[in-house]
């Protein structure tokens, strides 16, 4: 243990699975960081929807990852391990993280770690990592989502859905949302969508498919599954790719799979969290080739919606259930 860093750190445990308020502020040792890894002070971490699950008793942390949740941070680093080559202390970055994100401290594979672009704060740069690394695997890798063609988003407002409107509309994509309100919409539409569709009072297949001349979307990125897993193949185009990275909606559906080979159809899916450090090291390569230079020209940005102090992950986490958040809530330490 270095001397100059503290014995122990704030951070926030999850007393017992349950709701909001299981989030409970703790005095924890610090992490001391191994071969390979960097020593972060956190100043600010991203709240995500995976942070929830795991709240529930849902989505326990990988083998040796903190319990602590917590997917993403930024930060200064005061500290290296062993063998860590690009990184110096008192640089800053940005990291994706399997957790340990809701503290003071905390410790990152260098692989998984970029720098800060430039012209964006600490706070801005917390948005980043886990929904940078989720859309650009799922969207351009799995979904190969092309210029030209269409992609459609369910959840607009999410940071999942913010960052999938600037990224497709960046590299050349028409890109159709699906919100819950008429106001969620008006703010996809501000964020860049070409078409926002507010589910509780339009069909989404068939705005979708009049948006698109009736040929249907290309890729489709889908949170809720249950009964959209439906809808989205008659939403879709022939060869189209629907890639889901949630069930927001459940996990099992009576589905009809005539039109999966009918249209050629491709429905895959991934997780972020359980993949290794050398896989996560390939996508944040290429994030840092492909889309920080758009970051650093302001082309694209993460959009945060609040802020909250570390002790009050309660209330961020109240706040990321009620939907009512455009992009990413975000922890300061």
């Not at 998984?112 to 430039?118: G, I």
């Not at 999942?160 to 996809?188: N, R």
């Not at 889901?244 to 799979?257: C, N, R, Y």
């Amino acid at each position: 243990m270095n001397p100059n860093w503290p014995e122990t750190m704030l951070a926030i445990g999850i007393r017992e699975p349950g709701g909001p308020d299981v989030l409970v502020p703790e005095t924890r040792p610090m992490p001391v960081p191994g071969r390979g890894e960097i020593l972060v002070k956190v100043a600010a971490a991203g709240v995500n929807r995976p942070d929830v699950l795991q709240r529930k008793g849902g989505y326990p942390p990988p083998q040796g990852a903190s319990d602590i949740p917590g997917l993403e941070i930024a930060g200064e680093i005061v500290g290296l391990g062993g063998g860590v080559e690009r990184y110096h202390l008192g640089e800053n970055i940005c990291a994706l993280v399997p957790g340990g994100g809701y503290a003071e401290y905390c410790t990152v594979n260098e692989a998984t770690a970029l720098p800060v672009p430039s012209g964006l704060s600490l706070t801005e740069a917390a948005g980043i990592p886990e929904t940078f690394f989720t859309v650009w695997t799922n969207v351009f890798e799995r979904g190969a989502l092309k210029p030209g063609e269409t992609l459609l988003v369910h959840g607009g407002t999410s940071g999942i859905g913010t960052t999938a409107i600037m990224l497709a509309k960046a590299f050349g994509s028409k890109v159709i949302v699906t919100a819950g309100s008429d106001e969620k919409c008006a703010a996809s539409l501000k964020i860049g969508a070409d078409r926002a569709i507010n589910y509780r009072s339009e069909d989404f297949v068939a705005e979708a498919l009049a948006a698109t001349d009736g040929a249907g979307v290309n890729v489709i990125l889908d949170m809720v599954g249950g009964s959209y897993i439906q809808r989205n193949y008659a939403a879709a185009a022939r060869d189209g790719r629907i890639v889901q990275i949630a069930f927001q909606g459940g996990s099992k559906a009576d589905v009809d799979f005539v039109p999966l080979m009918m249209k050629r159809l491709t429905h895959t899916g991934s997780t972020l969290r359980p993949r290794t450090v050398a896989e996560k090291a390939v996508i944040a390569k290429a994030l840092e080739l492909q889309v920080w230079p758009l970051l650093v020209a302001g082309r694209c940005k993460p959009i945060i919606h609040a802020t909250f102090p570390l002790k009050e992950a309660a209330r961020a986490h109240h706040m990321l259930e009620s939907g009512v958040h455009t992009g990413k809530i975000i922890l300061l330490p």
